[in-house]
């Protein structure tokens, strides 16, 4: 029984405290005004996030839009105008006279579903009874995302509003004409068919003209207006972007002397009896002399504006400060993300440690603050109320919040979806009084900051996990390269949350090549990133197999072209002779490579080019060929670098090389970053360079061709004596002492290659940093066989258990349709 009554008494509070702002708003205000304090009223009394009024039309069967508050109400998708006969939660209220109530379920078989945010959404209609009889008056529709909805004292409050709401119907044509003969001082009205326009006297002195000097036309006082307010201003005075209703927003006009001024148009597209727009009636007055206004849809319009650009988390944190702290004056403003049980605080400003309570300081955590919610009851209250809680000067806080606002607080918990995604704490210094209208601004300021909190989060989740995809596409880290150095870059595009298709690599190959690719696959999605990591891996595997560059990337198209995908690549493809200083490319539709040689000059190489790959099944690949002089800078790029909706490719391309020839070789990572400085971020880019530096000191190499004979392993043997002898009389220590078994390792590698394999068999000697490498190669690409179980009377099958034993290291690998057996031995004085 006690709780009956308390509620029954926290319920009549609530109504009086509403009658008394009714009563507080003076029958002298002008009737417009009236309503609109009254619509904001609506919004503090019953945490609501949009209200609108709606009155019968010229002609009766149409609710048309008077007025609304709060957010944009096109983010609830309430309309300009609603036919009476339509099945309409307006049009229901207004034809019946009772309430409409609609939670999420109900809405969900609402027509208007499809145009509502997802998340638990609550709505209400009231009939606002302005005439004598039933459907004269129109309605009032609020909308809220508070959990639970509107609860009986939001209800009982909203029938107040409701009662309280007396608005005239639109004006006819005649009612217009009425108007422009009677315009004051700072008002005008504009025909949106002609283009002529009705001001006042003091209109045109804040535009700085004369009334002589004004010839009646819009397009004079849009040519006063600052460009960069211009398109703002465009879309309120064009009929073709403007809905019916009121449109508040402010400007610049150009002054001249001084810097430009600032404006604030409120105005209205007003309807004729044929129900069509006809003119735009307002006012234009200085900015600087009207009231704070901090709910002046102007503000809300800009933040809700902002934030639908702002794609991260910090975006949205710093369009919050920008809008809320200058117009409040505030000291300071913390936004801070709810993840589980704690609070981890996304921005603090001013970012200053000093400018926070001792208390924050000691909480600091190498950038920001974090603190359980349980640790700050006032904090944990506020969210689970999902109400605004207001602290004016000399009200006494928990330790926590202590020196955060000594003038004033507010907390704002910022709603989303049926759940809260976080708080925004506003404090200041000075004793701050905290009005109705700033209230509504702070109710109305939360409920966007934390949808768009909500989706900036989900963003950033998105994007790491598009940039974790990208970055296992390509390579980690790239090779050590013997006589050179290579450095690479990625550039994501800045637009969207797409996967690139761009990628790069380097290609270690035997007998010191080494292969660099960069290429480009069409498009920017999941798709293409596939794409992009099936075609690396195929260039690698077609690369360590031993072809040339033509064939490299013929197999690499004809494989694009099996793959029957909608998709195709560029590619350009190098492979540079690190011991001769050559290098042969292949152009599949990329653009070419450009050269910085030693003395600073530049070129962009020419060769023919071949068709992107997969888009031909027959297609020829010609190559090219550039010499590497020490000191030579190889650049390979993709398209986003050098070419962009203002820049052509051949531009692009010269400003590349006048760049390249302008940068200092020597630090590699510092080129990079310099060629990236000014890229087009709407592409991504990948970048690769390789400086030759040449080595210090070359292999020594011979090969011998061994012919199928009865002793082609003596001969083999004999041959590698006498090479041994000849680079072992040249300087090469450890030989001699090392010949037998040397010797043994070729007799064994040969002898498996001339039984097991048909066809050619080469062998290579290699002499390089104390190794000796010998490798044989044969026409078969079966790899030898290391028997795991040998009797002791078996014949045969010993043969690589003894290079085993022999060799530091050996292996095989693919070469051109057959493979190579290699091994390594270290050559030991």
């Known amino acids: 029984m006690t709780n009956v009554v308390s509620e029954d008494a926290g319920r009549a509070a ?4 509403a009658e008394l702002a009714l009563k507080s708003l003076t029958a002298d205000l002008d009737p417009r005004e009236r309503l609109r304090r009254i619509l904001e009223q609506t919004l503090v009394f019953t945490g609501a996030t949009v209200c609108a009024v709606y009155t019968p039309g010229d002609t009766g069967d149409v609710l048309c839009l008077v007025e609304s508050a709060g957010v944009p109400r096109t983010l609830y998708g309430l309309r300009d105008s609603y036919p009476v006969a339509a099945g309409s939660p307006a049009a229901d209220a207004h034809r019946t006279g009772t309430p409409v109530w609609l939670g999420p379920d109900e809405l969900v078989d609402c027509a208007e579903s499809r145009r509502l945010p997802a998340g638990a959404v609550h709505m209400a209609a009231l009939p606002v009874r302005a005439g004598a009889a039933v459907g004269d008056g129109g309605c009032l529709l609020v909308v809220t995302e508070c959990p639970g909805g509107f609860d009986e004292d939001a209800r009982d409050c909203l029938e107040l509003f409701a009662d309280a709401v007396a608005w005239p119907a639109p004006p006819t044509a005649s009612d217009v004409g009425e108007l422009v003969g009677e315009l004051s001082d700072n008002a005008f009205s504009l025909a949106m068919d002609s283009g002529h326009v009705e001001v006042g006297d003091e209109l045109l002195h804040l535009f700085a003209l004369d009334r002589a000097d004004f010839d009646g036309k819009v397009e004079t006082l849009l040519g006063l207006t600052v460009p960069e307010d211009l398109p703002s201003l465009m879309s309120v005075v064009e009929a073709d972007h403007m809905s019916i209703g009121d449109r508040e927003l402010e400007f610049r006009v150009v002054q001249p002397a001084g810097p430009p001024r600032w404006l604030r148009l409120r105005g209205r597209l007003e309807t004729v009896a044929e129900g069509r727009p006809a003119r ?31 794609g991260t988390v910090r975006d949205v944190s710093q369009a919050v400060v920008t809008a809320l702290r200058k117009p409040l004056r505030a000291d300071r403003i913390a936004l801070a993300e709810l993840e589980n049980d704690r609070l981890v605080v996304t921005v603090l400003d001013p970012p ?3 400018s926070w309570p001792e208390s924050w300081r000691l909480e600091w955590r190498s950038e920001w603050p974090e603190s359980p919610v349980r640790s700050m009851p006032t904090l944990a209250a506020a969210l689970r109320e999902g109400r605004a809680a207001i602290w004016p000067a000399g009200t ?6 202590e020196g955060v606002g000594p003038g004033g607080l507010a907390v704002l918990p910022l709603p989303a979806g049926g759940r809260m995604a976080g708080l925004c704490l506003i404090g200041w210094d000075n004793p701050h009084e905290f009005g109705t209208d700033e209230r509504a601004l702070l109710t109305a300021a939360a409920g966007l900051a934390g949808q768009a909190l909500t989706r900036a989060h989900a963003f950033d989740a998105e994007h790491e996990l598009v940039g974790m995809l990208q970055r296992t596409l390509l390579p980690r880290r790239l090779p050590k390269l013997p006589g050179g150095v290579a450095e690479a870059r990625y550039l994501p595009t800045t637009e969207g949350l797409e996967v690139g298709g761009d990628w790069y690599d380097v290609i270690p190959l035997p007998d010191n090549h080494v292969a660099l690719v960069i290429g480009d696959v069409q498009g920017h999605n999941a798709g293409a990133a596939t794409l992009m990591g099936q075609m690396r891996t195929a260039l690698r595997a077609y690369a360590v197999e031993g072809h040339p560059p033509d064939v490299v990337v013929s197999h690499a198209n004809r494989l694009l072209v099996d793959m029957e ?12 002779d690190m011991e001769e200083g050559t290098a042969w490319y292949v152009r599949a539709g990329h653009i070419p490579p450009v050269v910085r040689n030693p003395d600073g000059s530049t070129e962009i190489t020419e060769s023919e080019v ?9 297609a020829d690949y010609p190559m090219g060929l550039i010499r590497l002089q020490p000191g030579t800078l190889l650049a390979l790029t993709t398209d986003g670098l050098v070419e962009s909706a203002e820049i052509d490719v051949e531009d692009g391309l010269d400003a590349l090389a006048a760049n390249l020839a302008a940068a200092d070789p020597a630090h590699l990572g510092l080129v990079a970053d310099a060629l990236l400085a000014d890229a087009n971020r709407n592409d991504d880019v990948a970048l690769l360079l390789l400086r030759y530096d040449a080595m210090e000191r070359r292999p020594l190499r011979e090969s011998w061709t061994v012919w199928r004979v009865p002793e082609a392993v003596r001969h083999a043997r004999r041959f590698t004596r006498r090479t041994l002898r000849t680079w072992g009389g040249a300087g090469e220590a450890g030989l001699q002492e090392n010949m037998d078994t040397v010797l043994l390792v070729v007799s064994e590698l040969v002898t498996n290659a001339l039984v097991h394999t048909d066809g050619q068999v080469r062998l290579d000697l290699t002499v390089f940093n104390g190794r000796l490498r010998v490798a044989v190669a044969d026409n078969s690409p079966r790899t030898p066989i290391k028997p795991t179980n040998l009797g002791w009377e078996a014949t045969g099958g010993r043969g690589m258990l003894l290079v085993e034993a022999m060799s530091a290291a050996w292996g095989t690998v693919p070469v051109s349709g057959g493979k190579q057996v290699w091994s390594e031995i270290v050559l030991e004085p």
């Open 280 to 310: 735009l009636v307002g006012t234009v007055g200085d900015a600087s002399t009207l009231r704070s206004g901090v709910t002046d849809v102007a503000r809300v319009q800009r933040l809700a504006a902002a934030l639908a650009t702002a």
């Open 14 to 17: 609530t109504t009086a405290r």
């Open 352 to 354: 200053e440690a000093e």
């Open 565 to 576: 995908t909608d998709l195709f690549a560029t590619c350009c493809y190098v492979e540079v």
């Open 396 to 401: 006494e806080t928990e330790p926590a919040l």
């Open 610 to 618: 071949g068709p992107p790959l997969g888009v031909q099944a027959r």
